[in-house]
């Protein structure tokens, strides 16, 4: 299986801007510049708030999976996931999960997520290489 997403950028780094667009057409054009990035109370996304949702969703989906596998079933589980940026490094990422699960204790719930926290497959890809290539275009 393989994901896509494209990205466009117009201008400089900090007057630019540029629109995400995947597949799914989920994000469409999407608006992200400097100012979505660095600055609040601008609309659009950014790289840190999407990499916060697609591990809070890919987090959420394992702890449901380890639990199904567990004979348990999740009435719901709710994730935030805060990424800490410092000096633009990604220093870290915090996931914050409440759940309600019939038949399970807390230290129970507790031991699962913080298996899925460490084997999710937006977990495990934090330390994978990155590999690129470039097409240039000549003025």
């Known amino acids: 299986m393989k994901r896509s997403a494209k990205a466009h950028w117009s201008g400089s780094l900090k007057e630019g801007k540029g629109e995400l ?10 608006n992200y510049s400097f100012k979505t990035r660095f600055e609040e109370g601008v609309t659009g996304t950014n790289p840190e708030e999407l990499l916060a949702a697609a591990h809070a969703g890919c987090f959420t989906m394992s702890v449901s999976a380890m639990l199904t596998k567990k004979g348990f079933n999740p009435i719901s589980l ?10 633009l490094t990604i220093t870290g990422i915090h996931l914050s999960i409440t759940g309600s699960v019939a038949g399970i204790n807390a230290d129970e719930f507790t031991a699962i997520t913080e298996d899925a926290a460490k084997t999710c497959v937006i977990s495990r ?15």
């Open 78 to 87: 709710d994730t935030e996931a805060t990424v800490s940026m410092e000096d």
């Open 125 to 139: 890809t934090l330390a994978i290489p990155i590999s690129s290539e470039a097409h240039f275009v000549a003025q």
């Open 21 to 30: 667009t995947t597949p799914s057409k989920i994000l469409n054009n999407t």
